[in-house]
């Protein structure tokens, strides 16, 4: 299914997202105004537990806010992922493919600073 295309799951018979992802859209601006960059994600891994992360640039480690996402996610001991959402960012973001490599069905939500979500969908 491709990212404009909203089939069952995680957007309702309106277009909109279900409660569950819309909390990470909440979670994913929260930690882009703590961040103060250009990018916030979250994500919510198989047990329902959600992690969220801005995007880190130093000198010594770089990751978007996605890859931060999944990477505390997975220390952590998630074992796959349900849905995420990222702010600041699009398809292409590497954290995408990180979170695809184990969970390739899982849901990806790109929302506007605003929280408009304006791409939605689930695997590749």
Known sequence: MSMAESGPGPLDSTG???TEDSKLVVLARG?????????GAAVRDLD???????AVRLDA????ALQGAVAAALSSGAQGFEA???IG??????GVAA???KSPNAAVHVARVDGTVVESGAGE
């Open 16 to 18: 909109a997202l279900d």
């Open 31 to 39: 930690a882009l105004g703590r961040s103060g960059g250009t990018q």
């Open 48 to 54: 329902g537990r959600t992690y969220a992360a801005g």
């Open 61 to 64: 480690l770089t990751l978007t």
């Open 84 to 86: 995420a959402v990222v």
């Open 89 to 94: 960012a699009d398809r292409d973001d590497p």
């Open 99 to 101: 979170l695809q490599e």
